[in-house]
């Protein structure tokens, strides 16, 4: 499986090299470097839209030293995630987007139709509650474990944990 640990937050523009202060805004882009996914952080002063080759990117404060950090859901930057793993092939990649859809039914972004067993294999249809646009997920038989650990890295890429 595709390791996809991406470093937390830095607090630290990766411009300038100034450390982001409590409750300050900033910038975060995905990159994909070989076979891993690089986290960039940038003050909304140095912020000039995503650098090239971005996979995704999304915006929040840094939060206050003392408090307990809970992880705040972008449901944008989730479905942005889904949409930019659509035809991707590799089975990490795959697993991954199957995470990430469940999480947006979830949350009510997507509505699940029906199961589809095409190509040798069971795909979900799903549907995006605003659009109507409809979507196949290819469901990778994940393990209770397997899905923990996907959901992990789900949860780390986007920061949230």
Not at 8 to 22: A, E, N
Not at 63 to 77: G, I, L, M, N
Not at 111 to 138: P, Y
Request: glycine share 8%; charged share 30%.
């Amino acid at each position: 499986m595709t390791d996809y640990q991406i470093q937390p937050h830095t607090r630290r523009c990766v411009t300038t090299g100034r450390d982001l202060q409590p409750g300050e805004r900033y910038y975060t882009a995905l990159l994909e470097e070989g076979d891993r996914f690089v986290r960039q952080d940038f003050s909304s002063q140095a912020w000039q839209g995503p650098p090239a080759g971005a996979f995704s990117f999304w915006s929040g404060r840094v939060p206050q030293t003392d408090e307990t950090v809970k992880p705040r859901f972008d449901d944008d930057a989730l479905e942005e995630c889904f949409q930019q793993l659509e035809g991707q092939g590799e089975p990490g990649r795959v697993n991954f987007r199957y995470v990430v859809a469940l999480l947006l039914i979830r949350r009510k972004r997507f509505r699940f139709e029906q199961t589809i067993d095409a190509d040798g294999g069971e795909k979900l249809e799903l549907s995006n509650i605003k659009t109507g646009a409809k979507h196949l997920v290819l469901n990778p038989q994940l393990t209770d474990e397997q899905m923990a650990e996907v959901q992990s890295e789900v949860f780390r890429v986007l920061g949230w944990s």
